[in-house]
């Protein structure tokens, strides 16, 4: 049975970070990917990204059918849009990514560095040898192998699907959901190059352009509110009172048919991202708010340096994991601070559930706060 230093399971941005700093670090190194679920929906990729991709030894990925994002734009607080230029930007534009296209660019740079690469199976921890060894089953379509690591890393995306096997405990800080609808390439073609914000009663509205052509639409409110009807009706009710969102849709044509899907956006993470024998990375140590912009980047981030510190207690550095894990504790402390002021800035609808929930109460208090919710459980299918 082949023994890997590391098997990675998810070959997202995480993932793929993760697979390529422990390859080009020398270690043997499986990154399997199941590509199943839903496609990704991030798109909008901060120009910050340009220093950890050259970390990673992969600026080149940003090279070809992606698009600059040279402006965000907002109507949060006022009904009146305020833009961040990205020319104020010392790292210059972001961009509008064609996120099966990243993916597949990393993936493929961990593969030239020397990581193994299995798609289209999914990976499931299956007990331990005597020397502390995992045992892998990698299952795919008219496959079922298995192998064995020293090192587990669950770079799997929100269900962390590895490290609640291991018996880790997830918390979550609200209930945001998302219904996304990709809107048909526009005709003549649509000139906008930024991302759009536009705060509603029941939650907030998002729009981009795509490398297609095409443009995405969504709208995020609380799972358990009215205002996550999914039908389509009701998301164009919502989208016709809008005024920046709707004018910038208006100028492309809704597929025949098609109506929005839903995904999970809410706060999240695990109590701990490590445990014996594994680590959790990207959205599967702590999945954010996508009005922070910043999932793809903190994936980036959080792979490499869990195949850093996976690498650093490998060659025997007992306290490698203690500085992954104060890492963590400090990029989610900033999140959850920085979530605070943006919701607060938001006052027009202060008795609306979306927004009440979201605001501190009087007198002081924290929110989100991250603990187990009660009632029905946020996690959305996908
Ligand atoms: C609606 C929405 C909009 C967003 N918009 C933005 C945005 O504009 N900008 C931004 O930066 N972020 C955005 N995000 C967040 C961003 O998409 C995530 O933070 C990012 O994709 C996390 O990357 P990841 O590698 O951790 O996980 P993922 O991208 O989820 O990748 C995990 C992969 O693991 C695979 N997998 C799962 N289980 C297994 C298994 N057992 N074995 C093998 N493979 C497995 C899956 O196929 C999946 O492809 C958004 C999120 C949502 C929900």
């Known amino acids: 049975m082949t023994c890997y230093d590391v098997l990675v399971a998810g070959g997202g941005p995480a993932g793929a970070a993760a697979a390529l700093t422990l390859a080009r670090a020398g270690r043997s190194v499986l990154l399997a990917h199941s590509g199943r679920g839903p496609a990704p929906v991030g ?42 230029d990205s020319v104020f930007d010392p790292h210059g534009h972001g961009w509008h990514l064609d996120r099966v296209r990243f993916d597949r660019q990393l993936r493929a740079h961990a593969r030239t560095q020397g990581a193994r690469l299995a798609t289209g199976v999914t990976a499931q921890p299956n007990g331990r040898t005597a020397d502390g060894s995992w045992v892998v089953e990698l299952r795919g379509a008219g496959e079922r192998r298995t192998v064995r690591c020293r090192w587990l890393i669950d770079a799997t995306g929100r269900r962390a699907a590895l490290a609640t096997a291991c018996g880790a405990r997830r918390r979550t800080g609200d209930r945001l959901v998302a219904l996304h609808l990709t809107l048909g390439p526009a005709d003549p073609a649509d000139p906008d190059t930024t991302t759009t914000v536009e705060a509603a009663p029941d939650g907030w509205w998002y729009t981009a352009p795509l490398p297609t052509g095409r443009r995405l639409l969504v709208w995020y409110t609380d799972a358990d509110l009215p205002a996550a009807d999914p039908g389509r009706p009701a998301f164009a009710a919502r989208l016709a009172a809008t005024r920046h969102i709707l004018e910038l849709a208006a100028r492309h ?14 706060t999240a993470r695990l109590a701990d991202p490590t445990g014996d024998g594994w680590i959790a990375a990207g959205d599967a140590a702590a999945a954010f708010d996508p009005l922070s912009s910043q999932g793809i980047l903190t994936a980036l981030y959080t792979g490499l340096a869990a ?13 490698a994991l203690d500085a992954y894990r104060a890492d963590l504790a400090a990029i989610g402390a900033t999140y959850l601070r920085n979530h605070r002021t943006h919701y ?9 559930p979306f927004w009440r929930r979201r605001h501190p109460p009087p007198g002081g208090g924290g929110h989100p706060t991250l603990v187990a919710i009660p009632g029905p459980s946020p996690h959305m299918p996908g």
Do not use: F, K, Y
Not at 307 to 319: E, I, N, S, Y
């Open 344 to 352: 607060a800035a938001e006052q027009r609808w202060p008795d609306h």
């Open 307 to 319: 195949g850093r510190a996976v690498h650093a207690r490998l060659v025997g550095q007992a306290d």
């Open 43 to 84: 798109e909008a990729l901060p120009a910050a990204a340009r220093v950890l991709l050259g970390d990673l030894g992969a600026d080149d990925a940003l090279t070809d059918g992606h698009l600059p994002c040279l402006a965000n734009r907002s109507a949060w607080g006022g009904p009146r849009l305020a833009s961040t």
């Open 253 to 266: 044509p809704w597929p025949a048919g098609a109506a929005p899907r839903r995904a999970p956006a809410h």
